[in-house]
Nanobody, 123 residues
Framework: QVQLVESGGGVVQAGGSLRLSCAAS????????MGWFRQAPGKEREFVAH????????NYADSVKGRFTISRDNAQNTVYLQMNSLKPEDTAVYYC????????????????WGQGTQVTVSS
């Protein structure tokens, strides 16, 4: 099992940027497809972005496409989420997740999760 720790969350004004990081340990990072998900108060956890093991296959939720960028550094065992042009509706706890095998947009497909990092976007 791989352990995941997110960082980089905070409070930012609308239109601002944040960069989230997710550091992995305890496993061979390059064997895992990685995803970012988020959960706003009173809502279900939702897919944000994913990246495959080689960092080639990438997909985004429509709500963040063109504003967010996912990337990974297998040498540093870290996946990133660069978030630009943030909107108040981006406010949520952001989680990174890992699974062996192919990427997926489904929450239930991932069996390794971080503790989450809060992102708050003020208007």
């Amino acid at each position: 099992q791989v352990q995941l720790v997110e960082s980089g969350g905070g409070v930012v004004q609308a239109g601002g940027s944040l960069r989230l990081s997710c550091a992995a340990s305890g496993g061979t990072f390059s064997r895992y497809a990685m995803g970012w998900f988020r959960q706003a108060p009173g809502k279900e956890r939702e897919f944000v972005a994913h990246i495959n093991r080689a960092g080639i296959l990438i997909n985004y939720a429509d709500s963040v496409k063109g504003r967010f960028t996912i990337s990974r550094d297998n040498a540093q065992n870290t996946v990133y989420l660069q978030m630009n042009s943030l909107k108040p509706e981006d406010t949520a706890v952001y989680y990174c997740a890992a699974r062996q095998g192919l990427v997926s947009i489904r929450v239930s497909s991932y069996d390794n999760w971080g503790q989450g990092t809060q992102v708050t976007v003020s208007s």
